[in-house]
């Protein structure tokens, strides 16, 4: 229940927005994240955007995993 | 998808399953408590990968499991006011409660309505102002602050026929019950990503602090539950305990300050009562008296009067959820207990413990 999906914002008109995933849009509140920008990626659970996804950390992470996996093998 | 696919990278899940196979010792009893956990560890076939001295077990943190039985059967009893549509997610449709079920309500043609949010229901209040919308407010820290954006957005319509039967739940509170029951014998946690982004890290620190376990926060994807899984067991190989986000690219530090704003304008700390584990303190919340107009019990006083206790049930679902028993040793599993014919919410659920192994592990 707690499953939150990484959409894309196309749209922002205050605190309410549209969001797009694999073609899919949905309207979608920005009151927890007023500094949400259009293109950005934010995790939406029950029409609401909870949290922004953060390409950087995002790519970090898979980095040092590829990263350890060529010093491994 | 972005931000998903990369993380289901077979290439790294096989990678860090062998990391993992190097770096377990001795034998580990790791807690997912979220349900999503639960479910991404089934559907993944995560089990299969992991160390052989490694398991996984499922714990409190399936809200829909963890509804008590007295909570659905209210719920259950308001749709019998008149005027009275009940709204509830979809997860909830099909848990019994002691009489029927929300979809068995829907049978017998009651005016029961699935919404994907709480928003979605103050809309429906908006469109039938001759109904009254009651929505089943059921979900942890994730799920809550959507429930209070409705209560304000509802007393911002001024509308009169929306109200929320409160049953959301708190994890902190009951990750507490559950350790200082110490029937449950876990090495470490693997504590719910999405639920951090609202109530942050450093609402796990009493784990390691009191009770020397390690936690990790951690997503949902493959490579996320292995990079929890991973960072435990190197946590017990190095003898620390500390609560490690390896969820960086959606839970930040501090958590978000505008949720905080948004549950405390609209709810106040409450006992709750809990499947399996009984009444916690404090473990839930209730819906402030600036908003009562949107309380369902506070609207509807006479359902809640009227309820006698559930009768004992054989279902084990209870101990499941305080992961003392697995799914596969409940008398009940697969035989008079089944996803078509389920006598309790953990076989209900897709997030349940036991539909999961059912369907993913038999």
Known sequence: ?73 | MKFIDEFRDQALVKDLARRLGALAEGPATIMEVCGTHTMAAARFALKTILPPSVELISGPGCPVCVTAQSDLDAFLALGTEPQVVLVSFGDMLRVPGTHTSLEGLRAQGAAVRVVYSPLDAVELARQTPDKHLGFFGVGFETTMPATALAIQTAAAYGLDNFSVWCVHKTMPAALKALLAGGEARVSGLLCPGHVTTIIGTAAYDFIPAEFGLPCAVTGFEPVDMLLGIESILRQIKEGKACVDNVYTRAVSVPANPRARELLAAVFAPDDASWRGLGVIPGSGVKIRDSYARFDARARFPQVWERLTPPPPSPCRCGEILRGVMRPVECPLFAKGCTPAQPLGPCMVSTEGACAAAYRYER
Do not use: F, K, W
Request: charged share 20%; glycine share 6%.
């Open chain 1, 1 to 73: 229940m707690c499953l939150a999906i990484p959409m894309r914002l196309i749209e922002i008109n205050g605190v309410t927005a549209v969001a797009e995933v694999d073609g899919v849009t949905r309207a979608v509140r920005l009151d927890l994240l007023p500094e949400a920008a259009l293109g950005d990626y934010v995790l939406i659970h029950a029409g609401l955007a909870i949290a922004r996804v953060d390409a950087e950390h995002a790519q970090e992470t898979l980095s040092l995993l590829r990263s350890l996996a060529d010093e491994v093998y």
